[in-house]
């Protein structure tokens, strides 16, 4: 009896211990349980669910085409949407409706060609959209045109530009920026009226970009353009000055908007791109009437060469086209091998004496004048033996016994009278064609930039 009391009591005993044991144990995780399906489904709930799925589809244009069937809970899709994302769309709608066990997407992208096709749709609506804002864009090619005509109006008044300009290149250059300002200025009003900043923006970039391209590949051109636009400005020389431009020399024809035309002293014609003319280093020999002419003479080592100097110094002083002032000079320059060379200077005005005429007659006085006077101008002599044929020369003979053959003497050609006058005039073929050629194509295509109304440089 004893033993089934105690029994007893250790089995009453033993829930509470493993209550004990639990409660000194962590809590359990709680995890989420799926929906439980019920077991039965009231009458009707089928369609219910049908007309539901139904209706909301029917407000939305995208599941027009889709097919709603549902039985025991089970939704059914099918048929076809425009766009890919109206496929999971479909899904998530039917399935957040009360009494849907799950749903079977059977649906597919609507990728036909049909007159009610989304991507025919598309177009239509654009067409549409299109030959509503015709009017739109009829009035906005209007302003275009309207705002350019006023730029090149404005362009055209060429008296105007050409009194506030300094020469009729940079009035020309004045004109084109007015008209091509008028003529961005209406397009982008145009753009901005119908809406199309954007498009704008996109061409604005991409005309940068071309401005770019074109600038690294039209450099030389761009280049001789500013540099005929400075040089219009700058006037270095004068229409007929003879120039030297580095090593080019010839007179100037004219200066157009690409190159300057010369004449060569050999009456060919040169071109020589601005962007090189205005880098080089010009010499004008005609800015100046003044021109300084000289030429080298050697006297003998023996002479006197101060007497030669000053001999030589008063021939040039009485000679009629050397200038008294700045007086004519001689210069001992260098002592040779076999004489002492004197450098002669004097200076001329070109208005009334040709340069070259002019230090050839004073090259051939002073010549004259000093041989008169008994100067020698000596020159290296030199004689080649090549074989035993060869004459022996003299101081060999003179070894031999025999006497030295005397030194043939020739004859000296007579010179031209003192008194003569020399002709000094200046005459210059090469100026008279380029003037010539300056009458002929006063009306050519090619304008002359030179202008002899501004001072030159």
Do not use: C
């Not at 995780?29 to 007309?51: F, L, N, S």
């Not at 004045?174 to 900043?197: N, P, Q």
């Not at 071109?271 to 006297?299: C, E, K, M, S, W």
């Amino acid at each position: 009896m004893l033993r089934l009391l105690a029994f007893l009591a250790l089995a009453l005993a033993a829930p509470a211990v493993a209550q004990l044991g639990e409660a000194a144990d962590p809590a359990p995780v709680e995890t989420a349980t799926p929906q439980t399906i019920a077991a039965t489904q009231d009458d009707g709930a089928d369609q219910r669910i049908t007309d539901r799925i139904s209706g909301i589809f029917a407000e939305l244009p995208a599941f027009a085409d889709v097919e709603v069937s549902v039985s025991q809970g089970v939704v059914s899709l099918a048929g076809t949407v425009p766009k890919a994302e109206d496929i999971d769309r479909a899904e998530a709608i039917a399935g957040r409706i009360s009494g849907v066990v799950t749903v079977e997407n059977r649906l597919k992208r609507d990728v036909s060609i049909s007159s009610d096709g989304a991507g025919i749709t598309s177009l239509a609506d654009r067409w549409a959209s299109f030959v509503r804002i015709l009017p739109l864009i009829a009035a906005a090619l209007g302003v275009w045109v309207l705002v350019t005509m006023v730029g090149y109006v404005i362009a055209g008044l060429g008296a105007l530009w050409h009194r506030l300009a300094p020469n009729s290149f940079l009035a020309e250059l004045i004109s084109s920026a007015i008209r091509f300002v008028f003529f961005i200025g209406g397009l982008v009003i145009a753009l901005d009226m119908i809406g199309a900043t954007a498009l704008l923006g996109a061409v604005l970039g991409g005309a940068g970009v071309v401005g770019i391209a074109l600038g690294f590949a039209m450099r030389d051109t761009i280049e001789n353009y500013v540099a005929s636009l400075m040089l219009s400005l700058r006037q270095p020389f004068r229409a007929n000055d003879w120039v030297k431009i580095d090593e080019y020399e010839g007179r100037v024809i004219r200066l157009t908007s690409r190159a300057t035309v010369l004449m060569t002293l050999d009456g060919n014609h040169l071109r020589i791109p601005n962007g090189q003319v205005f880098r080089a280093v010009i010499l004008n020999y005609t800015r100046n009437p003044h021109r300084r002419f000289q030429f080298d003479l050697g006297v003998d080592a023996d002479d006197d060469a101060l007497a030669a100097r000053k001999l030589g110094r008063d021939t040039l002083a009485a000679l009629d086209f050397v200038l008294e002032e700045p007086p004519p000079e001689g210069r001992i320059v260098e002592v040779g091998d076999s004489n002492v060379v004197i450098r002669f200077l004097g200076w001329i005005d070109q208005r009334e004496a040709d340069w070259w005429k002019s230090q050839t007659h004073a090259i051939a006085a002073v010549k004259s004048a000093l041989e008169d006077a008994g100067f020698a101008l000596p020159e290296p002599i030199y004689r080649l033996r090549f074989d035993q044929r060869t004459r022996p020369l003299p101081f060999e003979n003179v070894g031999e016994g025999k006497q030295p053959e005397a030194p043939v003497k020739h004859r000296k050609p007579a010179s031209a009278p003192a008194q003569q006058a020399a002709d000094t005039a200046p005459k210059d073929e090469i100026s008279e064609m380029v003037e010539a050629e300056r009458r002929q194509s006063g009306g050519g295509q090619e304008k002359d930039l030179l202008d002899q109304s501004r001072p030159v440089e």
